[in-house]
């Protein structure tokens, strides 16, 4: 049951959170956060602040392999989870009045934070990131930056935030500050390109946008991503993987992959997320960030002052099974020959605050009696977890409206924005304005990859390109099918299309003037493409009837390129992981932007 709302004796209103009748200093909603957080964590037992210091993932109606929701709060104190699926607007936020539930009826009542991947985009990997749910989609967070207008990924990125509140979703396990300077990386559509500059102008807008100016109960606390950068991946495998451990420095351009986090320090990121990836050739040690004192300690706190949250990338101690992947092994890249037990005390020294993935609080209360851990090293770690729920309003009011999350989540409003985000992230690469000429208003089509009743509504749809007076195809980049099913979710490997669908292409567009369309989640060598389409444009989550507007000339895609297109898989290969623009003789050049004429009347 919620915790009854009280009256102090000069009428202040508070929630009796320890349950004895008083408004203790912690529940005063008039003393500053400090104060507050002084009272509480001195009210707390070591069990409860190790619970702190684990961020554990949930599953909104304890629907699958994970702990159930009460086990985790009730009795291993844990009050921090990131959210997998998430049914529906309604069934999420009651799920969250739920656990705000049994989190009152603890000893002291404290709040449980709800987190998440991004869950706005096209994108859907257990492991990154999320669809579905009834939330307004705009592009991948690539297609952002391609916008390159942060006043409206400013005014998106608030949109999203009022859809996650209004659901119990508090904390963002996003934006990420990494840059896309390794083209073959399988996690370039949640960075914001290339180009250092403009990832930290659409960086800080995003931050600002769900944030707001300070951190407050109208904000969604962001947890920047993954410091000192994810980008510059050995041959750009992921580090989720232990063939990906390694990052590669060979142009000693550290200094140029901060420049986001420095962003994103200026716009008041709540929290930080370190990496997974050992950094090698960087002049940082050759362990994975989070063990790092190094880089949380000395370059992260020190050097540029952040006294945030600082939560480990999810699993860098134990494996877990994750819903729709399976059992994952723990990514303790650098340490492995450390047992779990050093592990842990080599992430305390280094300085992290939470445990990302963990839902056993045990090894911290051990260490903590052991004597290997000092109970004042837990709590430098517990206040600054505490504050943030203090900062969010969550002491104060924690639960949310489910008929108003069915109303506001999924709007008219938002989803039109998020088409508007969607429709000025599209890239015109090629348009041979001679290959339209002549086109009939009501053209005979041929679609690929696309909804034949979207299309149906610009022309008559055909089966065969031989019938056709235009063919519009939407493709995937490319990328290289691997076993594991974890790995199904990471598209990585070559850029190249296989020899066979470039020869099928060309027939096609030798049939029939044709409109190609590429979804980019990562860059695609187009060298054979380009030369033969009427019309190619780059996409990053985009609905078909808006590639076919551009198709038709009702609207233009008038999006920056937000990363250079290699030439050649040979370009790839013999270009430095960590430096940008570096790709020999691009096709196309990060920063491409084509100026069409204004888009006819429909």
């Known amino acids: 049951m919620p915790v009854p709302t009280l009256h102090h004796h000069d009428g202040t209103p508070f929630r009796d959170l320890n349950h004895n009748g008083t408004m203790e200093p912690y529940e005063d909603p008039r003393l500053p956060v400090a104060d507050r957080v002084d009272d509480l964590l001195a009210r707390m037992t070591l069990a409860e602040k190790a619970g702190l210091m684990c961020h554990g993932r949930m599953l909104a109606g304890d629907d699958g392999p994970l702990p159930s929701g009460a086990e985790l709060i009730t009795e291993r104190h844990l009050t921090h989870f990131a959210m997998m699926r998430v049914p529906s607007p309604g069934a999420m936020s009651r799920w969250n009045n739920h656990v705000q539930d049994l989190a009152a009826a603890t000893r002291l009542g404290i709040p449980v934070t709800l987190s998440s991947d991004p869950r706005h985009g096209f994108v859907s990997n257990p492991a990154t990131a999320h669809t579905g749910g009834g939330f307004s989609p705009g592009p991948e967070p690539i297609g952002l930056a391609a916008t390159d207008d942060p006043a409206l990924v400013a005014e998106f990125a608030a949109a999203v935030g009022r859809e996650l509140r209004a659901v119990g979703i508090r904390l963002a396990l996003h934006p990420m500050a990494d840059l896309a300077t390794e083209p073959r990386w399988a996690r370039i559509s949640g960075t914001f390109g290339e180009d250092a500059d403009r990832a930290g102008r659409i960086l800080s807008a995003y931050i600002r946008g769900m944030q707001g100016e300070t951190l407050g109960p109208d904000s969604v606390a962001?947890?920047?991503?993954?410091?000192?950068?994810?980008?510059?991946?050995?041959?750009?495998?992921?580090?989720h993987f232990a063939y990906g451990r390694r990052q590669s420095f060979p142009g000693r351009?550290?200094?140029?992959?901060?420049?986001?986090?420095?962003?994103?320090?200026?716009?008041?990121?709540?929290?930080?997320?370190?990496?997974?990836?050992?950094?090698?050739?960087?002049?940082?040690?050759?362990?994975?960030?989070?063990?790092?004192?190094?880089?949380?300690?000395?370059?992260?706190?020190?050097?540029?002052?952040?006294?945030?949250?600082?939560?480990?990338?999810?699993?860098?101690?134990?494996?877990?099974d994750i819903p729709g992947i399976g059992s994952v092994p723990p990514r303790p890249w650098g340490v492995e020959h450390l047992s779990t037990a050093e592990r842990l005390l080599m992430l305390l020294d280094a300085g992290v605050d939470q445990l990302g993935g963990e839902t056993d609080p045990g090894p911290l209360i051990e260490a903590v009696r052991a004597g290997t851990v000092a109970e004042e090293r837990i709590d430098r770690s517990a206040r600054r977890i505490l504050r943030d729920k203090f900062r969010l309003g969550l002491f104060d009011n924690p639960y949310v409206d489910p008929d108003a999350a069915d109303a506001l989540v999924g709007s008219t409003e938002t989803r039109a924005l998020g088409r508007q985000v969607q429709r000025r992230s599209l890239v015109q690469l090629v348009r041979r304005p001679e290959a339209f000429a002549g086109l009939p208003d009501s053209p005979a089509l041929y679609v690929e990859n696309m909804d034949p009743e979207v299309a149906a509504r610009y022309g008559r749809v055909v089966a065969r390109p031989e019938d056709a007076d235009l063919a519009v195809v939407r493709l995937q980049a490319p990328y290289e099918q691997r076993e594991s099913p974890m790995e199904q979710h990471f598209h990585a490997g070559s850029l190249d299309f296989p020899p066979e669908e470039l020869q099928r292409l060309g027939a096609l567009c030798a049939t029939v003037p044709t409109a190609v369309d590429v979804f980019l989640d990562r860059p695609a060598i187009l060298t054979g493409i380009a030369s033969q389409t009427a019309l190619l444009t780059g996409s990053f989550g985009a609905y078909d009837d808006l590639v076919l507007d551009v198709v038709f000339g009702r609207s233009v895609a008038g999006g920056v390129l937000p990363f250079d297109l290699p030439s050649s898989m040979r370009a790839v290969e013999s270009s430095p992981e960590d430096v940008p623009f570096s790709t020999p003789d691009p096709l196309f050049r990060c920063g491409h932007r084509v100026t069409p004429e204004p888009a006819r009347p429909t």
Do not use: W
């Open 222 to 239: 962001c947890m920047a991503k993954h410091f000192p950068g994810h980008g510059p991946q050995e041959r750009g495998e992921d580090p």
């Open 253 to 320: 351009n550290l200094a140029y992959h901060l420049r986001p986090f420095e962003a994103a320090f200026a716009a008041g990121t709540a929290q930080i997320m370190p990496c997974y990836s050992i950094p090698s050739g960087s002049g940082l040690p050759e362990v994975g960030a989070s063990f790092s004192r190094e880089v949380i300690t000395g370059l992260l706190r020190g050097h540029y002052g952040f006294d945030g949250v600082v939560c480990t990338d999810f699993n860098v101690l134990t494996g877990m």
